[in-house]
């Protein structure tokens, strides 16, 4: 019988804690950047990194109230700062490579006069590194990248690749649905 309640007791000790900590703390946050909007971040997944410990991050890094932290750019973060203090290319992947792991890898709606046109990151990200059109040929923030189909059929924007020997023209009438809802 003492065997069952010292049993008890070392489960409740163990499982009491980390079930209390797993609900205290939110697991996605969504980082709004003036750059490229939401950014996705997930605590369990870097709790782990850091065994579970918070300093390594909050206030050393981040301030816990979010409200209280200051706006970081990628050039910021490249040369060390917020993400950057990890995100080095040795504690963690640098926050110069693998893009996508926190700016996400999915489809930009476009509200065109020709209707709904759809970029898939995933589709692009396949065949190219995100530096072969960020900064230079878009920049990576939300709403900065306007042009219309004049513009692109003589090589802005999407025409710098959409020219009929890289990829699909968008002169083709026949490839408009490949972007645009018919």
């Not at 019988?1 to 797993?22: C, D, E, F, G, K």
């Not at 973060?77 to 996400?104: I, L, Q, R």
Request: charged content about 20%; hydrophobic content about 35%.
């Amino acid at each position: 019988m003492s065997q069952r309640w010292i049993m008890l007791a070392i489960v409740l000790l163990v499982v009491t804690p980390s079930t209390l900590y797993a609900r205290w703390i939110k697991d996605k946050v969504y980082l709004e950047t003036k750059e490229v909007g939401k950014v996705e971040f997930s605590h369990f997944n870097h709790l782990e990194a850091v065994g579970k410990n918070c300093p390594a991050c909050h206030n050393a890094i981040y301030h816990i109230v979010t409200k209280n932290n200051p706006d970081f750019t990628m050039k910021e973060m490249e040369a060390g700062k917020a993400c950057g203090a990890c995100h080095n290319g040795t504690k963690a992947f640098s926050v110069k490579e693998s893009c996508d792991s926190c700016h996400g890898n999915g489809n930009i709606a476009y509200d065109t006069d020709a209707g709904k046109a759809t970029f898939s990151h995933k589709v692009h990200t396949a065949a190219f590194g995100c530096d072969s059109c960020h900064p230079s040929t878009f920049k990576a923030q939300k709403g900065a990248n306007k042009a219309t189909m004049a513009q692109m059929e003589k090589g802005a924007s999407c025409g710098a690749c959409h020219d009929g020997s890289t990829a699909f023209s968008v002169k083709d009438d026949n490839d408009c649905g490949k972007c645009h809802e018919m």
